[in-house]
Nanobody, 112 residues
Framework: QVQLVESGGGLVQPGGSLRLSCVAS????????MGWHRQAPGKQRELVAG???????NYADSVKGRFTISRDNAKNTVYLQMNSLKPEDTAVYYC??????WGQGTQVTVSS
């Protein structure tokens, strides 16, 4: 089981930026596909962005061109750079490793 710890959430104005980080435990991080998901109040959790072990990325249509996922295998860390944030991006953001391991989540609130 992989332990995941997210950080970097907070309150930001519309149009602003945040960078989320997720640090994973263990020595096999580089083998895992990693993902960022989010869940807004009253809504289902959804995939925001994913990155495979070889660096291939994919994004939800709602964040394409605004968010960038990346990974640093030397630091066991995956990042989510979020630019041009909108109020509808407000949610708890979760990091996921592989098929089953989740972090505890970090709150992102976009509001003026």
């Amino acid at each position: 089981q992989v332990q995941l710890v997210e950080s970097g959430g907070g309150l930001v104005q519309p149009g602003g930026s945040l960078r989320l980080s997720c640090v994973a435990s263990g020595t096999f991080f580089k083998l895992y596909a990693m993902g960022w998901h989010r869940q807004a109040p009253g809504k289902q959790r959804e995939l925001v962005a994913g990155i495979t072990s070889d660096g291939t990325t994919n994004y939800a249509d709602s964040v394409k061109g605004r968010f960038t996922i990346s990974r640093d295998n030397a630091k066991n860390t995956v990042y989510l750079q979020m630019n041009s944030l909108k109020p509808e991006d407000t949610a708890v953001y979760y990091c996921k490793a592989g098929l089953r391991d989740w972090g505890q989540g970090t709150q992102v609130t976009v509001s003026s």
